[in-house]
């Protein structure tokens, strides 16, 4: 019988790695950097429905990806990844030399055609160039996982246990509620990371999830409504919930249970009108979190930026080209600042990124004007800028790619509720569901959860099925008055890339106001 994989196999293999790009690599003509990252996670999860169990297991997930930029007259990188399993274990290390050797095939292939299309396709050919790195600390660290209870502790029936008993709550909160799907996954994840300039990384996550949808039916209406909790951290996120100074949310059973009664609620009320006119609107810390995720963050990862994900994701209007773009201009009002910051806690945290780079704050807008973009090693050579740590893969098999971590806006001086007081009319935007955004983000359409009328600076008439829309820049320029209750949130399934690759992220923000035009019926 194979081998059971865990954890601790990174252990045994974090030599081979080490020598595997170093010493190994060093012998392929045309090298001139590789690393490999080998990745085990081990994790369990339930499912309910309507109150009955519909789903448990548990299960581990092994992979490996290595990459190599080589050329004579360019260079170009070569990938090669593999899903692993617990048969591979004991030809390991044949697999990953033949993975290196057929990364390296690649990237000296993909160098002779890039060399070869420059010198035939006269000005088009000029938008080759030869893949270069820019330099970074190297560091050998270990980075152990933050829990208070062990996720490979808590029993497979508990965690099922969770996830049926806060389904069998939400259907007892009311008649109304014709389904509810309630999920809880708890788990560890592990990489290793070595590259031949000499890095040697071991980072450990906790993942912990949890994540509810309602459905509603009342005499005038219907409503739905879906969201989750989840954080880098032990079984206790479930168990307890969190009560972090970013980060609070309810365990699963009391946070399922508040959104059935929102569901409820909102399936008796009225759908929002729309309005040809700019309103005012207050929009709240959970509704800004997916403003900031879809009109800052991804328009701030800088292979968008780049148009080298024009095909499948869009463009971004921060850069036209390397001569015309926003840097240095202003795209909001003195009040609005916004960061990505893996430094703090929360799905988007990590030490370190894919290819080794210490992960830091990166400042994307100061005082309504626009500074930077995250980027690659690769990347912050092309703009001759330092990397800044943002370049990510959701699974070690995979290419990675330039994703936020927690990004957000800034908080501001105001009292939250001084700011809904200060509007004689305006419309209170709570919690997000659904975006779509112009190919460039330069506008966008949000839905939300909830929205308030405001009358006289008091919360008023709730509305359901609506939200807000306004050019980016337009509504950032808007913005009139910034809170000081900050809060991040956990989002899960950020799309990127092709194929697709789902990774859980950080977003959030304060409660802002500004003006937009509202969606609705």
């Not at 012998?27 to 999860?45: F, H, N, T």
């Not at 246990?161 to 994840?189: H, I, K």
């Not at 009320?269 to 040809?276: H, V």
């Not at 893969?393 to 200060?422: K, W, Y």
Request: proline share 5%.
């Amino acid at each position: 019988m194979p081998e059971q994989i865990t954890l601790e196999v990174i252990d045994r293999v974090r030599g081979l790695a080490t020598a595997l790009v170093t010493e190994h690599a060093r012998r392929l003509p045309g090298l001139r950097y590789a690393d490999v990252r080998i990745e085990v996670s081990e994790g369990k999860a339930g499912v309910a429905e309507n109150g009955t169990e519909k789903f448990s297991g548990q299960d581990y997930a092994f992979s490996a990806g290595i990459r190599v930029i080589g050329g004579a007259k360019l260079a170009a990188p070569g990938f090669y990844g593999r899903q692993l399993g617990a048969a591979d274990l004991p030809h390991l290390e044949r697999i990953l030399r033949e993975g290196l050797e057929h990364a390296h095939g690649r990237a000296l292939a993909n160098a002779e055609a890039k060399a070869r299309a420059r010198e035939e396709l006269g000005v088009l050919g000029r938008a080759l160039w030869s893949t270069e790195l820019a330099p970074i600390p190297v560091r050998q660290d270990t980075v152990p996982a933050e829990y208070t209870l062990d996720p490979r502790t808590v029993p497979l029936e508990e965690v099922l246990r969770a996830a049926r008993e806060a389904s069998a709550a939400v259907q007892g909160v009311s008649p109304q509620v014709v389904f509810n799907y309630v999920s809880a996954q708890t788990g560890l994840e592990r990489l290793l990371f070595a590259s031949s300039e000499g890095a040697e990384i071991d980072q450990t996550w906790a993942i912990s999830e949890g994540m509810v949808y309602v459905v509603a039916q009342s005499d005038t209406g219907s409503a739905e409504l879906y969201d989750w909790i989840g954080h880098q951290r032990g079984w206790e996120v479930i168990a307890r919930g969190t009560d972090g100074e970013y980060i609070q949310f309810p365990p699963l059973l009391e946070f399922a249970v508040g959104m059935a009664r929102d569901t409820v609620e909102l399936a008796g009320a009225d759908p929002l009108p729309a309005t040809e006119d700019e309103v005012v609107v207050v929009t709240d810390p959970h509704f800004n979190a997916l403003v900031a995720h879809e009109v800052v963050g991804h328009p701030t990862e800088l292979d968008r930026a780049l148009k080298m994900e024009t095909a499948y994701a869009g463009r971004c209007w921060l850069l036209r080209s390397l001569e015309e773009t926003q840097i240095g201009k202003r795209v909001g009002s003195p009040l609005v600042n916004a960061f990505s910051d893996p430094g703090l806690p929360g799905y988007g945290h990590y030490k370190y990124d894919d290819e080794g780079t210490p992960a830091r704050r990166v400042t994307l807008i100061e005082d309504g004007i626009f500074r930077n973009f995250m980027n690659s090693r690769e990347t912050a050579a092309i703009l001759e800028v330092e990397p800044n740590g943002s370049y990510k893969a959701t699974d070690a098999s995979l290419v990675p790619l330039i994703r936020m971590s927690n990004t957000f806006f800034g908080p501001g001086t105001q009292d939250p509720q001084d700011i809904i007081r200060e509007v004689d009319r305006g419309y209170y935007v709570v919690g997000h569901r659904i975006p779509s955004v112009s190919e460039s983000r330069e506008n966008f359409r949000i839905t939300a959860q909830k929205v308030y009328e405001i009358r006289n600076g008091e919360i008023g008439k709730l509305y359901r099925d609506g939200g807000i829309t306004a050019d980016s820049k337009d509504f950032f320029l808007s913005i009139d008055a910034v809170g000081t209750d900050f809060r991040l949130f956990s989002i899960p399934n950020c799309g990127k890339g092709q194929p697709m690759q789902t990774k859980r992220l950080g977003n959030g923000g304060p409660t802002m106001r500004g003006r937009a035009r509202l969606t609705g019926v």
